[in-house]
């Protein structure tokens, strides 16, 4: 279900061939599923000034989320205290700040960002975009402030929010640790190790994204074939 508007029980996922069950996600009130729907500005209370339900993303570790977009992804985390009204945020941004965490929203393939998995999805990419980011900007500070070896419970918490496409929902791929940045490529890149891996691997929409950056058989060779042709043509 991509909208997540009806109970979900279980959910079959192809790759790994068995049951899964779905957590229930929140019941949202009038005013917050018209906001999500119709996909009016949020009316809120700006989620800096919020803790995201953490514990609840738990549930929903390599998993779609049950409601579409970063909205979505939003009001899923929003306290309970706040289902009346969806919490504001910058949904331009490639990123959310609450209180006690920072979400980091990835597009497998087709952004405009070359976010890619690697170490058999260990480890992972994420640029901070937007004009001229440097180790001055706010963002940029926290999540450097976050890379002295605090533990998770100890600080704000990054959480990876990853989708194969801009049309499919994002699914939730836990807890992020620092492994390092580079400030000269475009975009300001960091590098982050999941640390929820030995979970994720169990997930079968984990192991979709994964294969969504794998190129094909067909793919392969034609790039085999391409590279053939340019040495012959050098040669």
């Given amino acids: 279900v991509v909208h997540g508007f009806a109970r979900v029980k279980a959910v079959k996922e192809k790759p790994v061939g068995r049951k899964v069950v779905v957590p229930e996600a929140p019941k949202l009130s009038r005013r917050a599923l018209a906001e999500l729907v119709l996909q009016r500005p949020s009316s809120g209370t700006s989620t800096k000034a919020l803790k995201a339900d953490l514990a609840l993303l738990k549930k929903h570790l390599g998993i779609p989320c049950p409601h579409f977009g970063k909205k979505g992804v939003v009001q899923l985390a929003a306290p309970s205290s706040e289902a009346g009204a969806p919490p504001k945020f910058n949904k331009y941004a490639g990123w959310v700040e609450w209180d006690n965490a920072i979400f980091l929203w990835v597009n497998a393939t087709g952004g405009s ?4 998995f690697k170490l058999d999805g260990r480890q992972v990419n994420w640029y901070v975009g937007g004009t001229n980011p440097t180790d001055k900007s706010p963002i940029i500070k926290r999540l450097l402030a976050l ?43 960091f590098t982050w190790r999941l640390r929820d891996f030995p979970k994720l691997t169990k997930a079968g929409a984990f192991q979709q994204l994964l294969q969504s950056q794998r190129p094909s058989k067909a793919t392969a060779v034609r790039s085999k074939a391409a590279a053939t042709a340019a040495a012959r043509w050098a040669a």
């Avoid at 605090?150 to 194969?164: D, E, G, I, K, Y």
């Fill in 147 to 189: 890379s002295d070896g605090a533990a998770p419970s100890a600080a704000a918490q990054v959480c990876l929010f990853v989708r194969s496409l801009a049309t499919e929902p994002y699914i939730y791929c836990g807890n992020c640790g620092y492994l390092g940045h580079d400030a000269k490529k475009k975009g300001f890149e």
């Fill in 113 to 116: 960002f070359d976010n890619t």
